[in-house]
């Protein structure tokens, strides 16, 4: 039984986390997985209800369960940053999520918007640093609302919290065909972020059948546009991580595709698309939920990642997150949908039951993916 906690959240979340769960509950029927959900209300209206974005025990909560799952949160009329502070950055940052895993693939050539490249040009899986650097460190205001007003955040690194990142990002380099591992960084500039440098070298040494790389990021944010196929795993800072994910969905179609997993292995996680919450699409059933479907896949790859043999519940949950990116992928191959963004002309619930309609055309789901 995997208990999962969902925070649907504020504008376009909702919607797509009811097509994710409907994804999920089908799957589970069908590889007889127990999934259990348990909503909690969090987001604007929570806030402007109680003043209060989380309860004070609220992440304590969360952590009791196996898994969390996000929709999307952000509000125009909640102070700026107020709720994903709290929300997204009290997961991130207080769970120690250390690991912000974005894929970006390419299913179908029909969405790229550069000219030439095929879905085996474009499969880049960013590993994103998810609990340092300028979103966590020091930051504020001096003689505010003052003329001599000082705004100053702080970039930092922890050579624990390098290396570690490193580490997992080698480690999925190292399971995949090409096996290449990019580092992504400005340290020419931002001179603390040698320490990236030396730790990659270091920690590569014990990867000697990974090819490594370094790359400054704006060339990367260059040659990602130019030629795709130069890469297989990045790791990144985490606001680097941010930035070239929203230009690398795009460039698979779009970013109500992308999915992440806010991970600290072994130990927690959630699951959210990347985009936000979009509040002037809320409501209208125009969002794509296929990044929270995917987002729904890759927490069950999570849950079932220790498995055991294939026959065991471990193994049927990873088989689920598996069929739930086949189903998706065989449904853009179709090409039904002319775009992946809001112009899609089919809405969120139409695109959920094509999800649906593919996962019911197998059989035995997982064979056939
Ligand atoms: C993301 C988002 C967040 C981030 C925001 C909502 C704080 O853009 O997950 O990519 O900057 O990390
Ligand atoms: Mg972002």
Request: overall charge neutral; aromatic content about 8%.
């Amino acid at each position: 039984m995997h208990r999962i906690a969902v925070i649907p959240g504020d504008g376009i979340g909702p919607e797509v986390i009811e097509q994710g769960i409907r994804v999920l509950t089908r799957i589970s029927q069908k590889l007889g997985i127990s999934i259990e959900f348990t909503s909690f209300p969090w987001g604007a209206d929570y806030y402007f209800k109680t003043g209060e974005v989380l309860p004070p025990d609220g992440l304590k909560q969360i952590s009791q369960y196996d898994a969390v799952y996000v929709g999307a949160v952000g509000d125009p009329r909640a102070p700026r940053g107020l709720l994903e502070r709290a929300i997204i950055g009290g997961l991130r940052w207080d769970m120690d999520l250390y690991v912000n895993l974005r894929p970006m693939k390419l299913y179908n050539e029909q969405y790229c918007p550069l000219k030439k490249i095929v879905p085996s040009d474009l499969d880049i899986l960013v590993v994103r640093e998810n609990t340092e650097d300028l979103y966590t460190g020091p930051s504020g205001f001096i003689k505010k609302n003052t003329d001599d007003e000082v705004g100053f955040g702080t970039a930092f690194y922890t050579k624990k919290g390098v290396e570690r990142v490193i580490r997992y990002a080698y480690d999925q380099a190292r399971k995949r065909k090409k096996k290449k591992l990019t580092l992504c960084d400005k340290a020419n500039a931002v001179q603390a972020q040698e320490i990236w440098r030396r730790v990659f070298s270091l920690v590569g040494q014990d990867y000697p059948d990974v090819e490594q790389e370094t790359i400054y990021v704006d060339a990367c944010a260059m040659a990602l546009v130019r030629k795709p196929q130069q890469f297989d795993v990045i790791v990144t800072t985490n606001l680097f991580g941010d930035i070239l994910t929203d230009l690398g969905a795009e460039l698979c179609g779009g970013v109500g595709l992308a999915p992440s997993g806010n991970i600290h292995p072994g130990r927690f996680g959630f699951f959210e698309p990347i985009h936000g919450s979009a509040p002037k699409y809320a409501g209208k059933k125009k969002a794509n939920p296929l990044g929270a479907i995917l987002a729904g896949g890759m927490m069950l790859e999570y849950l079932g990642a220790d498995a055991g043999p294939a026959s065991s519940p471990q193994g049927e949950t990873k088989k689920g997150g598996l069929a739930i990116e086949s189903a998706v992928a065989k449904l853009l191959r179709t090409g039904t949908l002319k775009t992946l963004g809001t112009e899609s002309e089919l809405s969120t619930d139409q695109i959920g039951d094509l999800v649906l309609e593919q996962i019911e055309s197998y059989d035995s789901p997982i064979q056939s993916f």
